[in-house]
């Protein structure tokens, strides 16, 4: 490999490392590498520039090295031993993760009775997932094993078991599962992290892609925040997406950061794209777990009315006192909204021949949160408020802007 080649990657790997606490042999050995550049680069780090004009400095000439020279170092100041060094502290940040958390992290296997044309024939997938305590609890995605008569568990050390399932919730793709085994043959993963995730920070994935079992893949945080839509029509809010490889099999896996902490768990990739995952972050989990080991299901709260996204043309055309807004259509019974006494359409207008129902309350913030649109109702309401939380809604109604206080229930069937 030439030296440009390795410079660039050292620096790469370097910039990955950022904001990210290493190990503190790890964290030694790269200060050790670095040392020389550090003070290299403080002694001669130009002042901050400003807006107000100033000469510009003449740059001085590199000074001469002979081509052969044995000492010569590159232009970061580091010889080829520190580079090597380098290299070895980076890969065993990785390799550490690997050998950490990889037992923590499982093969899955269902299987079902599918009925077809020609009647009932048998039909198999896989997944991956991940311990969570010593009582055999493993999370893992909805759809993993979402229909399987059956669930086989494979162990890193080689044990295969029978698996039941605990708990679904099919809106933010998670599910536990549990297995009776030996409690020294589980491993939990660290579910410590509750620091603030960033853009850029090192992602690790483990698990079973296309049944190549316990394999690892590495890249950063590539976005956050993004909502992400299933094939059943719900949306998963605030995903992680990453450039770390998933693939079919690496669902219901563990994405972990560089200090083998739980960070998100895999769940989906863009089709037709390459180096574009998606994860379910470590915040949602820990939201839903518990509630899915207690009582096997995750209480959705709701406000229990339906209605238009307000747009400035359509606050224009119809009067209304807001420019962004929920115009409510419809309350409820028993829902959040009906007990709170707000109200729906009392009249209806038309576009053409398209009806628009007008006259009910417009719902413009719960709690501090703006409330522009559906989505944002739905996404302050899943990711931001429970079951049971008292919320103030503001609201409007005649044109006169109110408040009413409100218990947010459970989302209901309709």
Not at 60 to 84: C, I, M, T
Not at 110 to 120: D, K, L, P
Not at 239 to 244: G, S
Not at 375 to 397: A, F, H, Q
């Amino acid at each position: 490999m030439s030296r440009s080649i390795r410079l660039s990657i050292i620096m790469l790997m370097l910039v990955m490392l950022v904001g990210c606490a290493l190990p503190l042999q790890i964290a030694n050995d790269l200060a050790a590498s670095l040392g020389e550049v550090a003070s290299a680069q403080s002694a001669e780090r130009m002042p901050t520039p400003t807006l107000s004009a100033a000469p510009t400095s003449t740059p001085r000439p590199l000074p001469e090295v002979a081509q052969g020279d044995a000492s010569q170092k590159s232009a970061l100041g580091l010889s080829d031993e520190q580079l090597e060094q380098a290299f070895d502290a980076a890969e065993r940040l990785t390799i550490e993760v690997y050998e950490r958390v990889s037992p923590s992290v499982v093969y899955i296997t269902t299987r079902a009775i599918t009925m077809g044309y020609f009647g009932a024939y048998p039909s198999e997938g896989s997944g991956s997932g991940f311990v969570i305590d010593r009582e055999g609890h493993i999370v893992t995605n909805h759809h993993v094993i979402e229909g399987a008569d059956s669930i086989q568990v494979s162990l890193f050390d080689g044990t295969n078991v029978s698996a039941t399932v605990v708990g679904v919730d099919p809106e933010n793709d998670l599910a536990v599962i549990q297995v009776a085994v030996d409690p020294d043959k589980l491993m939990p993963v660290d579910t410590s992290f509750d620091g603030e995730l960033r853009v850029g920070q090192r992602a690790i994935a483990i698990g079973n892609p296309f049944g190549l079992g316990w394999t690892l893949t590495s890249g950063v945080i590539s976005s956050l925040g993004r909502p992400l839509q299933e094939s059943n029509g719900l949306t998963i809010y605030n995903v992680i997406q990453t450039d770390a490889a998933i693939n079919p099999g690496n669902s219901g896996g563990p994405l972990l950061n560089s200090q083998g902490q739980l960070i998100g768990v895999n769940t989906a990739i863009r089709s037709g794209a390459d180096n574009i995952g998606f994860a379910v972050p470590v915040s949602t989990v820990k939201r839903i777990v518990p509630e899915l080991i207690a009582n096997g299901r995750y209480p959705h709260p709701s406000i229990g009315a339906v209605g238009y996204s307000i747009f400035p043309e359509f606050a224009e055309r119809f009067d209304l006192p807001v420019e962004r807004g929920l115009l409510i259509v419809r309350v409820y019974s028993n829902g959040t909204a009906d007990v709170a006494g707000l109200r729906g359409a009392s009249r209806e207008a038309y576009v053409g021949r398209t009806p628009i129902y007008l006259g009910g309350d417009i719902i413009a913030r719960l709690n501090e949160y703006e409330i522009d649109s559906n989505e944002t109702l739905l996404e302050v309401l899943e990711t931001k408020m429970r079951v049971g939380d008292s919320v103030t809604i503001t609201y409007y109604r005649d044109g006169q802007e109110q408040q009413v206080t409100a218990v947010l229930r459970e989302q209901t069937s309709r």
